[in-house]
């Protein structure tokens, strides 16, 4: 297991970067191997080979990351994309809760189904109560986009059971910095380009054996065939049998940069990435007068944008979300990133109410 120092020394930011929320920083390893396949492809060396093995890599290195075994793993792209095989896979009628203001990708594809399953919203506070019998599925992101917020798990996790209900957990905004196990779930679904500062196109839909034949493969292609190059051609389908009948059609460049900017993860302490994070963060927070959050992600109201401004204006490189500015702490933010966020945000006002 490699140490945080030695992670952190991958990567070579600007300063003021706090925008891993948004977008994660391509460590030099991830850059410098697509530079690499570019130069291959421009001279018409084009290695499949390669891609090949960069998807078993990505993938191996993501069920390390997230506690499960690669059988268990699916490779895909976007979230919407992969959440839209859960929302197509229930009956007529279904019964779905989410979280108000959850991000889109989670809860579009089931509001696009809204004519035949039944869906509802309620606060992140009120997930776990409002999981009851007769809920058929809870889907919802472990860590909020909006506010950085880390939801009650445990307690969503054991409501649903208690009800019969599946789950669906978005771990686009945790994996990377919060440890996270995948195998809890009946469903989770991740973008690597944030907080796994993947390139983006690379994704991870993970399914629980106990809940495969109840999620349709409808966006079956040669990938998910049970030997690819051996079932690419029709009329026969024959699926793989573990969770990769549910894999699309890798997009190569992504997954090159997605074996090494996941093994970089993968074979780091997550626990010590989030020590660092939301150190960094609740070290801001005690700045502006807040308690701590305990998440590596500060979300503060901005209604003007006039906070969004300050930051930027000092070198920061921010988010503004939902009438919100978003900080975000990851591997290579320091003390420093702290000190010139603080520092602007306390021009535009001082302290904050909590």
């Not at 999620?215 to 292609?221: E, V």
């Not at 049970?226 to 049998?241: K, T």
């Not at 074996?259 to 700045?287: I, K, M, N, Q, Y």
Request: glycine fraction near 10%.
């Amino acid at each position: 297991m490699r140490s945080l120092d030695e992670l952190r020394a991958d990567f070579d930011p600007a300063p003021g970067y706090l925008n891993a929320a948004t977008a994660g920083v391509a460590p030099r390893r991830t850059t410098q191997a697509i530079r690499d396949d570019l130069d291959r492809w421009g001279s018409g060396r084009l290695d499949v080979p390669r891609y090949e093995a960069a998807v078993r890599e990505a993938r191996a290195s993501f069920a390390q990351l997230v506690g499960v075994d690669p059988a268990r793993v699916a490779i895909g792209s976007q979230v919407s994309a992969m959440t839209s095989l859960v929302a197509g896979s229930l009956p007529d009628g279904a019964r779905v809760v989410c979280v108000d203001g959850d991000f889109t990708s989670v809860v579009f594809p089931f509001l696009a189904q809204g004519d035949r399953i039944r869906v509802e919203h309620v606060p992140p506070a009120g997930l776990a109560d409002a999981i009851v019998p007769g809920v058929d599925l809870v889907a919802y992101a472990l860590v909020q986009s909006a506010t950085g917020e880390v939801l009650d798990d445990e307690a969503v996790v054991a409501a649903a059971r208690s009800a019969g209900a599946r789950t669906l957990c978005d771990l686009t905004q945790a994996a990377g910095w919060l440890p996270v196990d995948a195998g809890r779930y009946d469903v989770s679904v991740t973008a690597a380009y944030k907080w796994l500062c993947a390139p983006r196109g690379a994704g991870f839909l993970t399914v629980r054996e106990e809940a495969q034949d109840a999620l349709r493969p409808a966006q079956a292609g040669w990938y998910a065939g049970d030997d690819p190059w051996a079932s690419c051609y029709g009329p026969a389908m024959h699926l793989a049998s573990d969770a990769r009948r549910y894999d699309v059609s890798p997009a190569w460049q992504a997954w090159l940069g997605a074996a090494e900017s996941l093994d970089a993860f993968a074979t780091t302490d997550t626990a010590a990435v989030r020590a660092h994070g939301a150190g960094l963060a609740d070290t801001l927070r005690a700045g502006l007068g807040l308690e701590p959050g305990g998440s590596a992600v500060v979300s503060l109201a901005d209604p003007d944008g006039s906070r969004l401004a300050a930051l930027e204006a000092a070198g920061c490189r921010v988010a503004g979300r939902a009438g919100r500015v978003r900080l975000a702490f990851h591997v290579w933010n320091d003390e420093e990133d702290v000190a010139r966020a603080l520092g602007a945000l306390t021009r535009t006002g001082g302290a904050l109410p909590a």
